[in-house]
């Protein structure tokens, strides 16, 4: 099932099935002293812990963007990017919890707005690995990510 999370992951990305390795790959190195993760498939870095509580939309991404770790501008992820952390192996919540510990089954925001209803934006659900779009108003988590 890791596999299919990896080529998942890598077919969003648009990441030739090339570089998906056949010996054992590390997906993720984690940062202990600034919590931050980085996804070795993808390139990107992610909070490790989701930022506490629920917020709206416009919170969500000036919480991101006002976030200060590792020196670098930090923003919401787009909808693709924040489904590479789905792991339909796990059960619960589909997310690797080692790596990725206290993230609650919920709805989280992403950058990424819906073509047709233009005032929200897409979130994706880690209880079942499903994406909705949601009015700005809602409260829903957040992760943020760096490149």
């Known amino acids: 099932m890791r596999?299919?999370?990896l080529v998942t992951a890598a077919v969003l990305l648009g990441i030739?099935?090339?570089t998906l390795a056949s010996a054992p790959f590390t997906r993720y190195t984690v940062s202990n002293e600034t919590r931050i993760v980085r996804d070795n498939m993808t390139g990107l870095f992610w909070q490790q812990e989701?930022?506490?509580g629920a917020l709206e939309w416009s919170e969500a991404d000036a919480y991101c963007r006002g976030l200060r770790r590792d020196g670098r501008d930090w923003r919401l992820p787009r909808m693709k990017e924040l489904l590479t952390l789905i792991d339909p192996a796990t059960a619960g919540v589909l997310i690797d919890n080692v790596i990725f510990p206290n993230?609650?089954?919920e709805r989280f925001w992403t950058f990424t707005p819906h073509v047709v209803a233009t005032e929200n934006y897409w979130a994706v659900d880690f209880s079942n690995g499903g994406t909705h779009n949601e009015l700005p108003?809602?409260?829903?988590?957040?992760r943020c990510v760096q490149q």
Not at 137 to 142: A, G, I, Y
């Open 16 to 18: 030739a099935s090339s």
């Open 103 to 105: 993230t609650p089954g």
């Open 3 to 5: 596999t299919v999370t």
């Open 50 to 52: 989701p930022a506490p």
């Open 137 to 142: 108003t809602e409260m829903l988590r957040v």
